[in-house]
């Protein structure tokens, strides 16, 4: 994205963007309500990946929701990345 060497409109500065940086929406979109729970499934996918126990009565139902979803493009983009190959 934004980088020197990558982004010919990056500022000088070692972390600062450019206007039109991709970066800046994505940063948006996760301060939204949405933007945030999938970052809470995000997450609570991660504390399962370790073997963090978690009980379905820890976790919230637009939680739940928005982590299968989350496993339903996970499989779609693999099944689609193994068609390639």
Do not use: S, W
């Not at 637009?62 to 499989?75: C, I, P, S, W, Y």
């Amino acid at each position: 994205m934004c980088a020197p060497g990558r982004c010919p409109d990056a500022p000088e500065g070692e972390h600062e963007r450019c206007d039109h940086c991709p970066l800046n929406r994505l940063d948006a979109a996760q301060l939204t309500d949405t933007g945030q729970l999938l970052r809470r499934a995000l997450d609570l996918r991660a504390a399962l990946a370790m073997g963090i126990r978690i009980g379905l009565d820890e976790i919230d139902a637009d939680e739940f929701l928005a982590m299968q979803v989350v496993e339903q493009q996970r499989d779609a983009y693999d099944r689609e990345h193994i068609k390639r190959q």
